[in-house]
């Protein structure tokens, strides 16, 4: 699949010392600090394209880029892939109900969310796969396991026993109860007949009428979700670079922490024997004015439609990064406001002939963000700093803080 074209990052003044990334993992529970790579992997589980860019995907894909922006000023090479879940009942659903062709309302809105990640100058992932192209790979990846796990079938669909691997539910901490009832809600299967564990994990479904199939060595049909991941990141990122870990980062907002995340992860470690990811990293969800954001409440708010409407991109991507990236968040229309004076005031002070000093500046930004990215903490550094230029303050360089607000933060002024 084409990716979206390449996003300018200007180049930051090599005198800048940058400290090792910290970022929560998930599956640690805590902050850890990323070991000195030249090479990080980074894998991001992309849309299923019924619907464009919420501003919920915009706030995940925004803190990987932020990710990808830290790692890639401080001197190392970011090798990033993304998927696009293009084959998937959601989107079958809502072709039916919409009385339109899967594949072309899929085309449709990964055209769309191509454009928002532009505006939001997201850079592009090296690879960006959907599924569809993916099939034989994911194939050979279901073979893989097969020789390498335990696998069955019920009523000719395919499952994979997730307990063959001891750390099953340790990269997500939950009961047993706890992931049945979020296995359930999020497109699992466990009271199915037939499954040997309710938690097994869908390999490959059988197909099923009035929906696309597949030819295989399991049959005519589908992948199922979680399987799709490991084959696009194990097969688009070196395998052989590490030897304990397939990728550096496997990231995605906290709703993909269980079941997706857990059994991505098993699926990969049956193929290869190493554990899947160094670092498990996930994003808060966006609600909006007090309540959950979601497609069954109906508020959902798009990228594409704000902009449209007139609202700045770079205030969308400011008003998303004022908050901790990790928490579970609210959008509000004075989240918006605040982001918008904060843009106009750095404008405005960076275009002053003589501006408060930046290099301090620019030193303690990289430092809050190596701080597993208090982005909340950069940004009130640079309003800081545009007072001081707007009272008087002169020493600085306003070329050299734009060029690092837009390579480290992702906001062009
Ligand atoms: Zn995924």
Same mark, same amino acid.
């Given at each position: 699949?084409?990716?979206?074209?390449?996003? &300018?990052?200007?180049?930051?003044?090599? *005198?800048?010392?940058?400290?090792?990334?910290?970022?929560?993992?998930?599956?640690?529970?805590?902050?850890?600090?990323?070991?000195?790579?030249?090479?990080?992997?980074? &894998?991001?589980?992309?849309?299923?394209?019924?619907?464009?860019?919420?501003?919920?995907?915009?706030?995940? &894909?925004?803190?990987?880029?932020?990710?990808?922006?830290?790692?890639?000023?401080?001197?190392?090479?970011?090798?990033?892939?993304?998927?696009?879940?293009?084959?998937?009942?959601?989107?079958?659903?809502?072709? %039916?109900?919409?009385?339109?062709?899967?594949?072309?309302?899929?085309?449709?809105?990964?055209?769309?969310?191509?454009?928002?990640?532009?505006?939001?100058?997201?850079?592009?992932?090296?690879?960006?796969?959907?599924?569809?192209?993916?099939?034989?790979?994911?194939?050979?990846?279901?073979?893989?396991?097969?020789?390498?796990?335990?696998?069955?079938?019920?009523?000719?669909?395919?499952?994979?026993?997730?307990?063959?691997?001891?750390?099953?539910?340790?990269?997500?901490?939950?009961?047993?109860?706890?992931?049945?009832?979020?296995?359930?809600?999020?497109?699992?299967?466990?009271?199915?007949?037939? %499954?040997?564990?309710?938690?097994?994990?869908?390999?490959?479904?059988?197909?099923?009428?009035?929906?696309?199939?597949?030819?295989?060595?399991?049959?005519?049909?589908?992948?199922?979700?979680?399987?799709?991941?490991?084959?696009?990141?194990?097969?688009?990122?070196?395998?052989?670079?590490?030897?304990?870990?397939?990728?550096?980062?496997?990231?995605?907002?906290?709703?993909?922490?269980?079941?997706?995340?857990?059994?991505?992860?098993?699926? *990969?470690?049956?193929? $290869?024997?190493?554990?899947?990811?160094?670092? &498990?990293?996930?994003?808060?969800?966006?609600?909006?004015?007090?309540?959950?954001?979601?497609?069954?409440?109906?508020?959902?708010?798009?990228? $594409?439609?704000?902009?449209?409407?007139?609202?700045?991109?770079?205030?969308?991507?400011?008003?998303?990064?004022?908050?901790?990236? $990790?928490?579970?968040?609210?959008?509000?229309?004075?989240?918006?406001?605040?982001?918008?004076?904060?843009?106009?005031?750095?404008?405005?002070?960076?275009?002053?002939?003589?501006?408060?000093?930046?290099?301090?500046?620019?030193?303690?930004?990289?430092?809050?963000? $190596?701080?597993?990215?208090?982005?909340?903490?950069?940004?009130?550094?640079?309003?800081?700093?545009?007072?001081?230029?707007?009272?008087?303050?002169?020493?600085?360089?306003?070329?050299?803080? *734009?060029?690092?607000?837009?390579?480290?933060?992702?906001?062009?002024?």
């Amino acid at each position: 699949m084409k990716s979206w074209p390449q996003v &300018y990052i200007p180049p930051i003044d090599g *005198s800048f010392d940058f400290p090792q990334l910290r970022l929560f993992n998930t599956a640690s529970g805590s902050i850890e600090e990323l070991p000195r790579k030249n090479l990080y992997q980074m &894998y991001v589980c992309g849309i299923t394209p019924y619907d464009a860019t919420h501003l919920g995907h915009a706030a995940t &894909y925004i803190t990987f880029d932020l990710i990808n922006r830290f790692l890639r000023a401080s001197g190392a090479r970011v090798d990033f892939v993304q998927n696009i879940t293009d084959i998937d009942d959601p989107l079958f659903e809502r072709a %039916k109900r919409d009385k339109v062709d899967w594949s072309e309302l899929a085309t449709s809105q990964i055209e769309l969310f191509r454009g928002d990640m532009v505006d939001l100058h997201i850079i592009p992932p090296k690879d960006y796969i959907g599924v569809l192209e993916a099939i034989p790979m994911i194939v050979d990846s279901i073979s893989k396991i097969r020789e390498s796990a335990p696998t069955y079938s019920v009523d000719s669909d395919l499952y994979f026993d997730v307990h063959s691997d001891s750390k099953f539910g340790k990269r997500s901490h939950l009961s047993k109860e706890e992931m049945l009832e979020i296995f359930a809600q999020r497109g699992g299967d466990p009271a199915r007949v037939g %499954k040997r564990d309710p938690l097994d994990a869908l390999l490959w479904l059988n197909q099923r009428d009035d929906e696309p199939g597949w030819d295989s060595p399991f049959g005519k049909g589908r992948p199922g979700w979680h399987i799709e991941c490991s084959a696009i990141a194990m097969h688009y990122l070196d395998q052989d670079v590490d030897k304990q870990y397939s990728i550096d980062i496997q990231g995605g907002g906290s709703d993909l922490i269980f079941p997706h995340h857990e059994m991505s992860a098993s699926q *990969s470690k049956a193929m $290869s024997g190493k554990e899947f990811a160094r670092s &498990y990293v996930h994003t808060g969800m966006i609600g909006l004015d007090g309540e959950k954001m979601s497609k069954s409440k109906g508020n959902l708010l798009f990228v $594409s439609k704000m902009v449209n409407e007139g609202v700045s991109p770079m205030a969308i991507r400011l008003a998303l990064i004022s908050q901790h990236y $990790s928490h579970d968040r609210m959008w509000t229309q004075s989240l918006l406001d605040d982001a918008v004076v904060l843009l106009e005031k750095l404008t405005i002070a960076l275009s002053r002939e003589e501006v408060a000093p930046t290099k301090p500046v620019i030193s303690k930004i990289i430092a809050a963000l $190596s701080n597993n990215l208090d982005t909340s903490g950069a940004l009130d550094l640079l309003s800081k700093w545009s007072d001081k230029t707007l009272e008087g303050s002169i020493g600085g360089e306003a070329g050299e803080l *734009s060029r690092a607000i837009d390579a480290l933060l992702g906001i062009a002024i």
